[in-house]
């Protein structure tokens, strides 16, 4: 049997060819009892439309592309699964570009702006440098980026400043004086700067404090949770070692935490550890942690992306959604 067409459902309706594209693009030209009845006779036929032959007619291929990386870490995953959310709900499906080196990231880029392939584009943590921006300025595709500073462009940002001055303060607070700082090296190839602001927290909340900066107390290295278990072995073995240490992320918390396990120091009657992130894994191990809204990150940027297709605003857009402070078991007062 021969699948349904558009011209069977015209048929069956007693419209025109055309009054059923129109119902399909969801045109305001139509009636609303007109679009009901078409709307009927397609359910009844088990119509389905042909996609490709809709984007062509339409001049838009329906498609956002979202350029992001290393997937497999869960703040990522918890902001792309924010943009899938609201995605779900519209015409557009997703196209995935992801990028593990800055060489990687010119080829998405370029795949993003070549051969009309997307109608949007949502940029997730690159600080893009002054080409790529223009590249984005230049072309037609409407651009959203999630978790990066850059003035130029729509933006869904999170005050790291302020949460890394959250994170300390809360020790403080507790009484801690000796606090460390573990992260990703604050220069790196794809010129993230989230680490950076959150370590300018740090240094602020300390100053204010009247605590001078301590270099030993600061560790960075490679990205993931093997890194920070041996930059936290490096720490906790210090002769005068911290008693609490600020991980960037819960990703940096969990190796400080299995080092912390390995070294026999207790958490935290011994040594007070604070995250960053609050990803699922965070409430598991019971880790304090900062807590930036990773999930409405993806919806916002979505939604904001969505309305700039709809009706472009001119000027360039900024949400900041707050950090807050998650307190649960691995912060106490120092012995």
Sequence with gaps: MSPTTIRDVARAANVSIATVSR????????????????????????YVPNLTARRLSLGRTLTIGIA????????????????QYVLTESEYDLALFSAETPNRLESCLANLFGRARVDGAIV????????????????????????AWQPEMNRVIVDDVEGGRLAINHLLELGHRRIAFLSDYLENPFNFVSMQYRFDGYR????????????EYQQEGELGGREAYQKAVKLLTLPDRP?????????????????????GIKVPEDLSVIGYD??????????????????????EGANMLLRELREPAGDPLEV????????????????
């Design 278 to 299: 609050d990803i699922r894994d965070a409430e598991y191990l019971h880790l304090t942690t900062i807590r930036q809204h990773l999930f409405e990150m993806g919806v």
């Design 124 to 147: 997730v943590s690159f600080q893009l440098n002054e080409e790529q921006v223009n590249q984005f300025l230049q072309s037609d595709i409407p651009v959203v980026v999630i978790d």
């Design 204 to 215: 602020q909340a300390l100053e204010e404090a009247g605590i001078e900066f301590n270099p």
């Design 23 to 46: 119902v399909l693009n969801d045109s305001p030209a139509v009636r609303p009892a007109t679009r009901d009845k078409v709307a009927a006779v397609m359910a009844d036929l088990d």
């Design 68 to 83: 992001l990386p290393f997937l497999t870490l869960p703040s990522f995953v918890e902001r792309l699964r924010g943009v």
């Design 320 to 335: 900041c959604l707050p950090t807050q402070l998650v307190v649960r078991g691995t912060t106490a007062s120092p012995n």
């Design 243 to 263: 008693t609490a240490i600020f991980a960037a992320s819960d990703t940096h918390a969990i190796g400080v935490l299995k080092a912390a396990h390995d070294l």
